[in-house]
């Protein structure tokens, strides 16, 4: 990460595939959200593990190649 770059903090909840594989009547509560102003909830199904690897890879990419004064969508 870039120092002279601030960084805002959100929060990342990531439930286990096996639980979700085994319930019945889930509602689904648990959602990757990230908020840096309004921003539609999401929810994605999948590996915890692989989900991890991709939003730290696409914050990474963020902070390495956009320019300071851009803002990323």
Known sequence: ???????Q???LTISDEWKL???TNCNFE???Q???GKLPSVTLLGDGARLRQVMTNI???IHR???VD???E
């Open 34 to 36: 990230f908020h840096a």
């Open 59 to 61: 914050v990474g990419n």
């Open 70 to 72: 851009s803002p990323v």
């Open 65 to 67: 190649y956009t320019p």
């Open 21 to 23: 594989m085994n319930c």
């Open 9 to 11: 903090q959100g929060y």
């Open 1 to 7: 990460l870039d120092p002279a770059r601030s960084v």
């Open 30 to 32: 648990r959602k990757l």
